[in-house]
């Protein structure tokens, strides 16, 4: 689908497992840059690769869903209205942006998208339709997921994915329960890519 910018598209992905969406984003983007090669053309992932135009982002859509009910436990069936868990979520995420957008954010490029008007996510505000509120909430039923884009097009999906766990500790101290633990096993796998990945990084640049 084309963006507001100039050759400028937004790809989805379905949602899934988040170790997957974040590997199936990696590979995306190695392809693109090889695609595009083979065409004599250059993609660009920055998060702002112009000036005066809509910068790249890498909206995250968040949806927990119970096992057997299919419910959404962000929204209560009867009414309607947010849970607690959805108040915990993202009041951690409020709390803890600052921090986070270091990972967001990784280079200098990454806050030139943050310093200009086109639908940049500049603030922490919570709402359901709103290009510069840094978490916002889409209508989509039962499922609905939140959405948070402040991550930019040139941040690394592992760690950009990873983050959505800390937040929530901050904010509850609730105990994770018996069906939790499959989810808690995949933050653990998680955190196993990206560290991995750091040490990569940090072994290329030496």
Do not use: W
């Not at 065409?39 to 920055?46: D, E, P, R």
């Not at 982002?57 to 959404?72: A, K, L, P």
């Not at 490029?109 to 909430?137: D, E, K, M, T, W």
């Not at 941040?155 to 950009?160: D, G, H, R, T, V």
Request: net charge positive.
């Amino acid at each position: 689908m084309h963006e507001m910018g100039v050759s400028q598209y937004e790809i989805n992905f379905v949602h899934g497992d988040p170790l997957l969406i974040a590997d199936q984003t990696f590979l995306f983007k190695h392809a693109l840059h090889e695609v595009a090669l083979k065409h004599g053309l250059i993609a660009v992932c920055m998060a702002k690769p112009l000036a005066r135009v809509p910068g790249c982002s890498m909206h995250i859509h968040q949806s927990v869903v119970e096992q057997g009910s299919g419910n959404n436990i962000f929204t209560d069936v009867a009414s309607g209205e947010a849970t607690a868990n959805f108040r915990t979520l993202f009041g951690g995420l409020q709390r803890c942006m600052g921090e986070l957008t270091l990972l967001m954010a990784p280079y200098v490029n990454s806050y030139q998208r943050f310093c200009h008007a086109y639908a940049s996510p500049n603030n922490l505000l919570l709402v359901a339709r709103q290009p510069p509120a840094g978490l916002r909430i889409p209508a989509s039923g039962r499922s609905a997921p939140g959405r948070e884009p402040p991550a930019g097009a040139d941040a690394n999906p592992y760690l950009s994915v990873l983050h959505r766990s800390p937040p929530v500790c901050t904010a509850s101290t609730t105990s994770a329960s018996p069906r939790h633990r499959r989810r808690a096993s995949s933050r653990r796998r998680m955190a196993d890519s990206a560290r991995h990945a750091h040490d990569a990084i940090a072994s290329g640049s030496r």
